[in-house]
């Protein structure tokens, strides 16, 4: 009984740290395309003023 439930969460515990981790590296790329975005906008408006 006890190896069955601590199996159980340990595969519970797996599955919930593959999950965040695969969100987080979606988050991460999103913000660096944000700050991309960003870099190039300040970059195009020092263009415009030199």
Known sequence: ???K???LML???F???SIA???GCN???G???DIEKGGKAI???ASEHN
């Open 21 to 23: 981790a695969l969100t």
């Open 43 to 45: 970059k195009d408006e």
């Open 5 to 7: 439930t601590f199996a």
């Open 15 to 17: 599955l919930i740290g």
């Open 11 to 13: 595969t519970t515990v």
């Open 27 to 29: 988050t991460v790329e």
């Open 1 to 3: 009984m006890f190896k």
């Open 31 to 33: 913000a660096g395309k």
